[in-house]
């Protein structure tokens, strides 16, 4: 009770010095949640990849096709339930800057594939109706402001020249995880007009995409395929989506880990400086723990002390963090949602918070609170005169 | 005819301090009766030893060589822990420049000590109300010690020192940071409490007003007594 109390009183004597080390572990705490909640929602993507879906490739390299031909092959392996494919087209629209995922698929097993992109079944009919037609994310169809039924004009990038879509269909995703920045398009209409413009990239495809009955039997499934295109023109690696998804994003993955990186040293940064402050503070009151040990109090109480008031700056602080982390992580959803289809705080990310807050305060404490409790009361004592 | 032993008995003790490998030799093989109720004054140069000398016997600080005993007790055995309660029972701490918690009000200072013991909350109330009345104080047991005098504040130390009612009290220059009225009201409390209340009082100090008060005055001289 009484360390407590004296505790808080301490807390409140420099008011100026406690204020800005509560504001340097908010900010630290603030910004280490961001951190954390960049690189959780990558790994909250990846929990999307499905167990059941598997990814077929060129085994030279990403960017090398595949012959269609291979569709029927793959479709009557056991264990094979669906199969759709795709390109990669690499579209832009207008304007460079204005990037965006395109690609060519086959939409009737594609979106059976894919059931986390939710279409209405009209909408969908159309597309699936319409040669030119394509489907887009709603948030894609809110950047450009696009309609249903708006004529879309697409830059190829690798297969040159103007083409043109009609928005048939708009898609949300299932829950706020998965991406609505997608543009889709029939792949026949894509190949034909290859056939007449680039016959030799005609009736090929970038990938399949192959779904399987039970997560259990992916592996043997890959392993067939693979096998079945050995020493053929073009051999082919097939993997669950999840691998291909982490070795697409290895780059990327490289990032996540420097931002893992700093998260930790922001918060390490923030420790030196607390515990500079508090160490400032413990050697003002020597005098005063000299004091309270002359009159019989232990190393424990004068311990509880300094601890105590570096944890509850650190915890209040870190309260401040965490609280802020809320309006902030709203605020870069808001401002950055053409790069992040959602942008929300995790209870992990919260828990880390709390307890690398703690962490600050005992961190600050230990060489302080290690000095407070051992100093020798003659020599504390003498600190006054 | 047989005479009480003394309150305080020392004998040779010998104390240095070590800086780097320079050895500082402060008490030497020094000897010294104090009896029960008797106020004492230690005069002497500064850097004479003074100060040590009043830690030995308080406790706070540890001798080399010879014999300490207080209150039939051999202290120089006891470990920190055990001198830290035996402190708490049996010695007030009166110093130069009062060591009250700045944060905590005249009345929770005075409680300090208290809150060592099982005494209940009320019990610790009357004690604490009990000793500032005594040092004139009752009426500003909420004031914090940057809202006192310094006079006033070595009043509150002196209810601190006085509140568990421990057998010696130890003064280390009470009044050196004191004006001479201020000092004169400390010292006849101090007086009070040896002939009113049957205290030990060990006092440090170079003001000779203040030894006056006192029944003996011992000089210390380069760690011996004169
Ligand atoms: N902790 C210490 N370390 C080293 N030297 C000390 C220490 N404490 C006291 N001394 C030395 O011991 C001598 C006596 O000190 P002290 O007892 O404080 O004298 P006084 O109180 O008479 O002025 C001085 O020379 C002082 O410098
Ligand atoms: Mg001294």
């Known amino acids: ?385 | 005819m047989t005479t009480t032993p003394p309150l305080v008995l020392i004998r040779d003790l010998s104390k240095s301090y070590r800086r780097g490998d320079q050895i500082i030799p402060v008490l030497d093989n020094l000897s010294l009766d104090i009896p029960a109720g008797e106020f004492l004054a230690l005069m002497g140069p500064s850097g004479s030893g003074k100060s040590t000398l009043l830690n030995l016997i308080a406790g706070i600080d540890s001798a080399d060589s010879g014999r300490l005993e207080v209150g039939g007790i051999d202290i120089r055995p006891l470990s920190e822990r055990e001198l830290a309660r035996w402190r708490a029972g049996h010695i007030g701490f009166i110093f130069q420049f009062y060591n009250l918690i700045p944060v905590l009000t005249a009345f929770e200072n005075v409680e300090l000590p208290l809150l060592l013991t099982d005494l209940p909350r009320q019990q610790r109330r009357d004690h604490v109300e009990l000793v500032l009345g005594l040092v004139g104080l009752a009426d500003r047991s909420d004031h914090y010690p940057g809202q006192l005098s310094g006079g006033q504040q070595q009043r509150v130390a002196i209810a601190r020192a006085l509140v568990a009612d421990p057998s010696i009290i130890v003064a280390d220059e009470p009044t050196g940071d004191l004006d001479r009225h201020s000092a004169e009201e400390v010292l006849e409390l101090l007086e009070k409490l040896v002939h009113d209340f049957g205290k030990t009082v060990i006092m440090v100090t170079h003001d000779p007003r203040a030894a006056d008060k006192a029944h003996v005055v011992r000089q210390l001289e380069k760690g011996v007594l004169m």
Not at chain 1, 131 to 152: E, H, Q, T, Y
């Open chain 1, 1 to 385: 009770m009484f360390i407590l109390k004296l505790i808080l009183r301490n807390v409140f004597r420099h008011r100026l010095r406690s204020l800005l080390t509560v504001v340097g572990v908010a900010i630290a705490i603030l910004a280490f949640g961001m951190l954390r909640t960049l690189t959780g929602l990558w790994e909250e993507g990846m929990k999307h990849a499905s167990p059941i879906r598997l990814v077929t490739r060129n085994a030279t390299s990403l960017i090398f096709p595949l012959p269609i031909a291979y569709l029927e092959r793959i479709r009557q392996l056991p264990g094979v339930t669906r199969v759709a494919h795709g390109v990669w087209f690499g579209g832009i629209y207008i304007d460079e800057k204005n990037f965006f995922a395109s690609y060519a698929v086959e939409p009737r097993n594609y979106l059976a594939l894919y059931p986390e992109m939710v279409v209405p079944p009209p909408q969908r009919d159309a597309f699936f109706r319409e040669r030119k037609g394509c489907m887009v994310g709603a948030s894609l169809a809110n950047r450009f402001g696009w309609k249903l039924g708006d004529p879309i004009v697409l830059r190829g990038t690798i297969y040159p020249g103007d083409w043109e879509f009609i928005l048939q269909a708009i898609y949300r995703g299932k829950d706020k995880t998965v991406d609505e920045r997608g543009f889709i398009f029939h792949w026949d209409y894509f190949n034909e007009k290859l056939r007449m413009t680039a016959p030799e990239q005609a009736d090929q495809t970038g990938f399949f995409m192959v779904g399987v009955s039970r997560p259990e039997v992916a592996a043997t499934v890959s392993e067939t395929i693979d096998r079945s295109f050995k020493n053929s023109l073009a051999e082919t690696i097939t993997e669950t989506e999840e691998t291909f998804h982490l070795n697409f994003l290895a780059m990327t993955e490289a990032i996540l880990i420097v931002i893992e990186i700093v998260s930790y040293v922001v918060i390490a940064i923030i420790m030196v400086v607390a515990a500079n402050t508090m160490a400032m503070t413990a050697r003002e009151r020597t005098a005063e723990y000299a004091t309270l040990k002359t009159i019989g109090f232990g190393p424990g109480h004068i311990a509880g002390i300094i601890c105590g008031e570096s944890i509850a700056i650190a915890l209040l602080g870190g309260a401040i963090g965490i609280v802020l982390t809320f309006p902030a992580a709203q605020m870069i959803e808001t401002a950055l949602s053409d790069y992040f289809p959602f942008f929300s705080v995790t209870p992990k990310t919260l828990i880390y918070e709390a307890l690398a807050s703690l962490g600050i305060g005992v961190a600050a404490a230990v060489l302080p609170t290690w000095r407070g409790a051992t100093i020798r009361i003659a020599e504390g004592l003498r600190r006054v005169g």
